[in-house]
């Protein structure tokens, strides 16, 4: 198996709880991030999973992605391309460094 570069956590705590990001639809969110991630030429270098409370609820759908430490605030379910867009500008620098 081939070793991961990045991982990136969606928070989709509590979908019956207003407020919390399971509530504003993050796993459609994170389910689209996923399928657009495959299809990139550093998709089998970064996983896309679902977390539970990343402790930002107020700015949440919230999302976090590691080792680079990069934090997505504020999101929407309707987000998936330009989360894409901002996970494929990390993923392309981390592959030119
Ligand atoms: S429920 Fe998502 S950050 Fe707390």
Known sequence: ????????????????VEGRCGHKNAEALRRELKEKCKNAPWGQDIRINSSGCLGHCERGIAAVMYPEAQWFFDLTDKDGE???????SSMNSSTNS
Request: proline share 4%; hydrophobic share 35%.
């Open 1 to 16: 198996m081939k070793e991961l570069k990045s991982h990136l956590f969606v928070c989709t705590n509590s979908p019956q």
């Open 82 to 88: 330009k989360l894409y867009e901002a996970v494929s």
